[in-house]
């Protein structure tokens, strides 16, 4: 079974930066696709960024620009380098993988970190 595991969340000032990380374990497939979602109070889970096969990286266009998603060689671990946080960015992040099992994707999350945006 696939466990993910964020951390980094934490307070920040508007402007500043944070860096979480999603270290993953349990893969017995080395293909991955990962995601970052956040969850504002009393909103819906929004997709943030995704590297998929290949390593192409998209991001939803509130974060374009200010946040950078990447992986480690052994891609067991993702990153999310947020810069230039608003007050906006204020969730609970949340890392998802897609692993491969037959013809289908199944997908695991991690149990989530919360990023505080405030002065």
């Known amino acids: 079974q696939v466990q993910l595991v964020e951390s980094g969340g934490g307070l920040a000032q508007p402007g500043g930066s944070l860096r979480l990380s999603c270290t993953g374990s349990?893969?017995?497939?080395?293909?991955?696709?990962w995601h970052w979602f956040r969850q504002a109070a009393g909103k819906e889970r929004e997709w943030v960024s995704s590297?998929?096969?290949?390593?192409?990286?998209s991001y939803t266009d509130s974060v374009k620009g200010r946040f950078t998603m990447s992986k480690d060689r052994g891609e067991d671990t993702v990153y999310l380098q947020m810069n230039s946080l608003k007050r906006e960015d204020t969730a609970m992040y949340f890392c998802?993988?897609?692993?491969?099992?037959?013809?289908?994707?199944?997908?695991?999350w991690g149990q989530g970190t919360q990023v505080t945006v405030s002065s």
């Open positions: 590297i998929k096969l290949g390593g192409r990286t």
């Open positions: 998802k993988v897609e692993c491969p099992s037959g013809s289908d994707w199944i997908p695991f």
């Open positions: 349990g893969f017995t497939e080395s293909r991955r696709v």
